[in-house]
C-alpha cells in the first residue's frame, strides 16, 4: 500500500512540475515586453521561427505566408494590424511590442528579403491609431 501512495506522490509531482515548466502560452498573455530594439532582431527573435529566417514562409501547424515578395506588404497598414491583433495561427503581438518596436519590424519586413516598400513607413502614430 506505502508503495502506491509514493507513486501516485510521484505521479503528481512530476504532472505539476511539467505543467509549471511549460510557460508557451504564458508568453503571450503576459503584459511583459520583448526587449528586442531593432526590426532585424524582433523578426530574429519571434517571426522567423514561423515566417522563417528568410522570409519564405513555411506550411506546418498553421499556414505562415511567405513575407518575401509579398505584395500585401506594400502599404504598413495591414502589416501593422495582423502584428498587433494576430490574425490565423499568428497570435497577438500587441502587448508585448510597443509602437516604435511594431513600427520597426514592420519596416523591416517591407524592406528585407527582396522587399522594396519602403514608402510610406510605418510609424508609431501609425501603430498607436491601430491599437
Not at 110 to 129: I, K
Amino acid at each position: 500500500m506505502r508503495s502506491l501512495v509514493l507513486i501516485a506522490a510521484s505521479c503528481i509531482l512530476a504532472t505539476a512540475t511539467a505543467a509549471a515548466a511549460d510557460d508557451s502560452q504564458r508568453w503571450f498573455e503576459s503584459g511583459s515586453k520583448l526587449t528586442q530594439q531593432t526590426g532585424e532582431g524582433i523578426y530574429n527573435a519571434v517571426c522567423a521561427g514561423c515566417h522563417m529566417p528568410d522570409g519564405a514562409g513555411a506550411v506546418g501547424g498553421g499556414l505562415y505566408p511567405a513575407l518575401a515578395g509579398n505584395a500585401a506588404l506594400t502599404a504598413p497598414d495591414r502589416s501593422i494590424y495582423i502584428t498587433l491583433h494576430g490574425q490565423g495561427a499568428m497570435p497577438p503581438l500587441g502587448a508585448l511590442l510597443d509602437d516604435q518596436q511594431v513600427a520597426d519590424v514592420v519596416n523591416y519586413i517591407r524592406t528585407a528579403f527582396g522587399n522594396a516598400f519602403a514608402d510610406p513607413a510605418a510609424t508609431p502614430e501609425m501603430v498607436s491609431a491601430a491599437r
